[in-house]
């Protein structure tokens, strides 16, 4: 069964993320279809400097006003969530199992995880 509902999260992410970044693509290219023929356009799309996409807040915002950009970020964020989601649900079912030794050492990884991005996020 634990196998089972862990599988089951990847897959749901990993699907659920190909599914947002396919329809931020094609809505970025039905709303812009100038990408296709204008470098400069195309430069602006790929623009570092647009904050759309620059904080969890500007990617969910942009997704409620349906830009592409932000539509594909909040699909790579949910590819890179995937994982911890994995371990943090790891951490119930081992807990419900009563595996004290996989609790404490899953634990340990989701805490490195979570250091991870943190350190990430203050550079």
């Given at each position: 069964m634990t196998e089972t509902i862990i599988s089951a999260i990847l897959?749901?992410?990993v699907l659920l993320s190909i599914a947002l970044?396919?329809?931020g693509v094609t809505v970025t290219f039905v709303h812009h279809h100038d990408y296709f023929s204008s470098r400069p356009a195309l430069g602006?799309?790929?623009?570092?400097?647009?904050?759309?996409?620059?904080?969890?807040?500007?990617?969910l915002?942009?997704?409620?006003e349906m830009r592409g950009q932000s539509i594909i970020m909040l699909g790579v964020l949910v590819l890179i969530a995937t994982p911890?989601?994995?371990v943090a649900a790891s951490i119930a079912l081992f807990f419900a199992e009563h595996d004290a030794p996989y609790v404490a050492i899953?634990?340990?990884?989701?805490?490195?995880?979570l250091l991870s991005f943190m350190i990430g996020a203050a550079e």
């Open positions: 897959r749901i992410g970044i396919t329809f602006q799309l790929i623009d570092a400097h647009q904050n759309y996409t620059a904080s969890l807040g500007a990617v915002q942009g997704t409620r911890v989601l994995r899953t634990s340990v990884v989701l805490l490195l995880l």
